[in-house]
């Protein structure tokens, strides 16, 4: 469901060092962009890596800033859409158990996350992580990629056993903590970074970029209008319920739910033009009544046209 963006693997320890003096903190990041701040755990592990306990947050709508560390999250509840603008990487998933999301050090972007959503997150130094990938690539400087709302069961479940001890705040479980820190760092290593990318668990099925490409263009050239599955399907030479189920594979959303998405941000793109009327703007997206198109804006931006247009 999502596509990866690789990083230069010829990454010096110097250029860390200047992205950790000129990033936020990442708890500090987090703690920023989320209604309720990560619940950390009071331990600091080697290399300063810290650990969150679950805790749920709602939605958020927000630009994150570059890192000072890496973020590995996983997730507990039922699922939620979320979605990554970052330069030119646009990544879509859902936020289900046994995936998991990893921001690289030093990355911005814009999120979009629908909540309330369960957690528990890992903050990883760069350091920490390059000590583990010394030991198999001979020193060799390595770099995390993007994942949102990636399928690894592995990783999520060494992040669910580290929350569990980050809960019970005992001493004694320092050595299990440090040696399973050291496990997911290795799963990210042959996994997630410049030398190593896991296939999901099962053969993609979904669409081609181009057919992606191909029926967003067409949702966004007419928004104004109804649209039905079955004139999708044919774009791209499909039964409607082939286009159903690879749409949703390649995308991590429905049909509907992304001509939803096409139509709010077509919306808040007219919003920053304080002369159209609120109603003309639904129209033009596709709502007939402006109680209706209120409605799906909250909950897709968290807010209602109205407050997003007084926050510009």
């Known amino acids: 469901m999502s596509s990866v963006n690789n990083m230069n693997p010829n990454v010096t320890a110097e250029r860390h060092d200047q992205l950790h003096s000129s990033h936020r903190d990442a708890p500090d990041e987090i703690s920023r962009v989320v209604d309720r701040p990560p619940l950390l755990a009071p331990v600091v592990l080697r290399g300063d890596t810290r650990l969150t306990q679950r805790w749920v947050h709602g939605g958020f709508h927000d630009y994150q800033n570059g890192l000072s560390g890496h973020v590995v999250m996983t997730y507990y509840s039922a699922p939620q859409n979320i979605h990554l603008r970052a330069g030119p990487t646009r990544l879509a998933s859902r936020t289900q158990p046994g995936s998991i999301t990893l921001i690289p050090e030093g990355h911005d972007g814009h999120w979009d996350i629908a909540g309330p959503i369960e957690v528990s997150h890992v903050y990883l130094t760069h350091e920490r992580l390059q000590a583990c990938a010394d030991l198999i690539t001979g020193g060799k400087s390595i770099e995390l990629i993007y994942?949102?709302?990636?399928?690894?069961?592995t990783a999520a479940r060494i992040q669910e056993l580290l929350s569990h001890e980050a809960a019970l705040g005992d001493p004694s479980s320092c050595l299990f903590l440090e040696?399973?820190?050291?496990?997911?760092?290795?799963?990210?290593?042959?996994?997630?970074?410049?030398?190593?990318?896991?296939?999901?668990?099962t053969p993609r099925r979904g669409l081609a970029g181009w057919q992606v490409k191909r029926v967003t263009t067409y949702m966004r050239d007419h928004l104004d209008q109804e649209i039905g599955l079955q004139e999708l399907a044919t774009l791209v030479g499909l039964s409607r319920f082939h286009f159903c189920t690879a749409f949703r594979m390649a995308t991590g959303y429905t049909p509907h739910e992304w001509l939803t998405v096409q139509r709010i941000e077509r919306a808040k793109a007219f919003l920053r033009n304080p002369k159209l009327p609120i109603t003309d703007i639904a129209l033009t997206v596709g709502y007939q009544t402006s109680s209706a198109f209120a409605a799906t804006f909250r909950k897709i931006a968290g807010v209602t046209p109205t407050e997003f247009r007084r926050s510009l």
């Open 179 to 201: 040696q399973a820190i050291d496990l997911l760092c290795m799963q990210l290593i042959r996994g997630h970074s410049s030398i190593g990318a896991l296939p999901t668990s």
């Open 147 to 153: 994942r949102v709302g990636f399928e690894d069961s």
